[in-house]
């Protein structure tokens, strides 16, 4: 659309934020409508039941995977295409489990969809994180908190926390890791959903990692891509997108692994360290503007995970922020207006 040009990335054309839209035909939109009201009951009662319920027993991983697996099977979700970045199709078995994330590592995965949630959890049953603009820490949260986040408002700013009980306490992902050694931990360094067509820049969250703890950039695309929520608060369009095809695939592309510290250098790892220090130390404080400035070296650590990423679902880094898309947000609430 002529009227959101602006909101397009200079460089490359891309223009992240402008949700998909699936052409139909009229034959098509019944039969979509007919699995729409047989799935969207099911769908419900299901998700009703096992967050309400079977998300807050103690069950074993498996258990919980393979229930989380009937989730993505209700809207049709069957095929998922796995590879590894360099690794030729067929011998995928043959790879050592350094080559996927293990407890202990952290996943930068590129965010478009609640779906991705669901699949890192029905695949690695791990730790979720909220990263923010300006600041090294993040906020651990919950699989259906992370379910939401897809949908919710753009937060431009992280919200201040205080000691004791609260749930906008942050933290640095160092901590996070170490209270989870038994889990993989995820990491959304773009701060807020786009449609899969770009990569934004990073937040600094991904500083904050031990330094020895493996980054596995993980890209996760579908098809059709109408899934993907660019836009805040659509989730009757989500649902309606998810529920009324028959089948959904799933594009999945995992990276090497990179470290903060084989990646910055020693001098990296000195201050990455230092920074670790300052977190466990002092975890109840923001970690923002008094923060010391990233050196050059550790801001390679950003560039090679978002290369990755943007080599893995064939797109482009672009220059957008978070702060262009609140102004495409109120532009888009305008227009439908």
């Not at 009951?41 to 229930?67: I, N």
């Not at 959903?193 to 890209?219: E, H, M, Q, R, Y």
């Not at 002092?282 to 050196?295: C, Q, S, V, W």
């Not at 943007?310 to 482009?316: D, E, H, M, T, V």
Request: proline share 8%; hydrophobic share 40%.
């Amino acid at each position: 659309m002529e009227k959101y040009t602006q909101y397009r990335d200079r460089s490359t054309g891309i223009s992240p934020f402008m949700p998909h839209k699936t052409p139909t035909s009229r034959t098509s939109l019944v039969l979509h409508t007919l699995i729409f009201a047989f799935r969207l009951p099911l769908f419900l009662f299901y998700s009703a039941v096992y967050f309400l319920l079977l998300a807050h027993l103690p069950l074993p991983t498996f258990a919980r995977k393979l229930l989380l697996w009937g989730l993505l099977g209700i809207p049709g979700i069957w095929w998922v295409d796995l590879q590894l970045d360099g690794v030729k199709r067929g011998s995928l078995s043959q790879q050592p489990p350094s080559r996927v994330p293990q407890p202990g590592s952290l996943i930068a995965a590129q965010f478009t969809s609640p779906v991705d949630a669901i699949y890192l959890a029905a695949i690695f049953d791990p730790v979720f994180t909220v990263s923010y603009p300006g600041t090294t820490k993040v906020r651990q949260i919950s699989l259906l908190s992370a379910i939401f986040l897809a949908l919710a408002p753009v937060q431009l700013h992280a919200p201040h926390s205080s000691a004791g009980h609260n749930p906008h306490k942050l933290v640095s992902l160092r901590r996070v890791v170490e209270q989870n050694r038994h889990r993989c931990v995820v990491v959304f360094p773009e701060c807020g959903t786009t449609n899969g067509k770009g990569i934004l820049p990073f937040s600094l969250s991904l500083l904050g990692a031990p330094g020895d703890a493996p980054i596995f950039p993980v890209s996760m695309r579908y098809t059709p891509q109408d899934i993907t929520t660019p836009i805040p608060g659509a989730y009757l369009a989500f649902l309606w997108n998810l529920l009324a095809r028959p089948t959904h695939l799933i594009r999945v592309r995992i990276a090497e692994s990179v470290t903060n510290r084989d990646i910055a250098g020693s001098s990296g790892a000195d201050s990455s360290q230092k920074q670790d220090s300052r977190a466990s130390s002092d975890d109840d404080e923001f970690y923002g503007a008094g923060d010391e400035k990233p050196t050059p070296d550790q801001y390679r650590v950003l560039d090679r995970v978002g290369e990755a990423l943007a080599r893995l679902g064939r797109n482009k880094r672009v220059g957008l922020t978070l702060k262009d898309k609140a102004s495409f947000i109120e532009a888009w609430s305008k227009g439908k207006r």
